[in-house]
């Protein structure tokens, strides 16, 4: 089945740095778009950013333009998201999930890490 | 850029009673890519439509979503315990996708 699994949150002072990954088993990794969305605590969905399935096209939502970038490793079924220069304000539970570009919807969703920016 | 509201912000039902969630966006948006989803506490989203009115796989059929333009509803027919949640509309366009703020459907 499809699985989607989170890794890298954690606690990270303002202006840091910090590289979340996304392990997908259960299908055709490189066949598929994927994409990152956040939720801060108590607050809705925010999308983030979505990558093609080879990496060429990718776009992002204005809030973190400029500050983070997604990559994936289609040999080690892998979704990244790089995050710099963190605030406060990029406190949130962050998920990867399935794009299906058909739809334009996320048909699969990972369980979600936790990032921290506090000092 | 196109906004979605939805409305109400909560609702209180009783379970088999029937709840209606609107979406309405700030343009006209393509059906196509309409969809909504359903968040428990603690729980990734899941998708339940998709196309503004398809279910996605395995969505009971108590979930019902329909409209066009820039008013869309989700409907649940009769309500069970579990589907006390937050549900949030989505729209893809342009190499970028939009929630909406959700609404969440409490138990009275």
């Known amino acids: 089945q499809v699985q989607l699994m989170e890794s890298g949150g954690g606690l990270v002072k303002p202006g840091g740095s910090l590289r979340l990954s996304c392990a997908a088993s259960?299908?055709?990794?490189?066949?598929?778009?994927m994409t990152w969305v956040r939720q801060a605590p108590g607050k809705g969905l925010e999308w983030l950013s979505y990558?093609?399935?080879?990496?060429?096209?990718?776009n992002y939502a204005d809030s973190v333009k400029g500050r983070f970038t997604i990559s994936r490793d289609n040999a080690k079924n892998s979704l990244y998201l790089q995050m710099n220069s963190l605030r406060a304000e990029d406190t949130a539970v962050y998920y990867c999930?399935?794009?299906?570009?058909?739809?334009?919807?996320?048909?699969?969703w990972g369980q979600g890490t936790l990032v921290t920016v506090s000092s | 850029e196109i906004v979605l509201t939805q409305s109400p912000g909560t609702m209180s039902l009783s379970p088999g009673e029937r709840a209606t969630l609107s979406c309405r966006a700030s343009?006209?948006?393509?059906?196509?890519?309409l969809a909504w989803y359903q968040q428990k506490p603690g729980q990734a989203p899941r998708l339940l439509i998709y196309?503004?009115?398809s279910r996605a796989t395995g969505i009971p059929d108590r979930f019902s979503g329909s409209g066009s333009g820039t008013d869309f509803t989700l409907t649940i027919s009769r309500l069970e315990p579990e589907d006390f949640a937050v549900y949030y509309c989505?729209?893809?366009?342009?190499?970028?996708?939009?929630f909406g703020q959700g609404t969440k459907v409490e138990i009275k």
């Open positions: 990558i093609s399935t080879t990496g060429d096209y990718t």
């Open positions: 259960g299908f055709p990794f490189s066949d598929y778009y």
């Open positions: 343009q006209i948006v393509s059906s196509s890519y």
């Open positions: 196309g503004a009115s």
């Open positions: 989505q729209r893809y366009g342009t190499s970028s996708w939009t």
């Open positions: 999930a399935r794009a299906h570009m058909v739809q334009g919807t996320f048909d699969y």
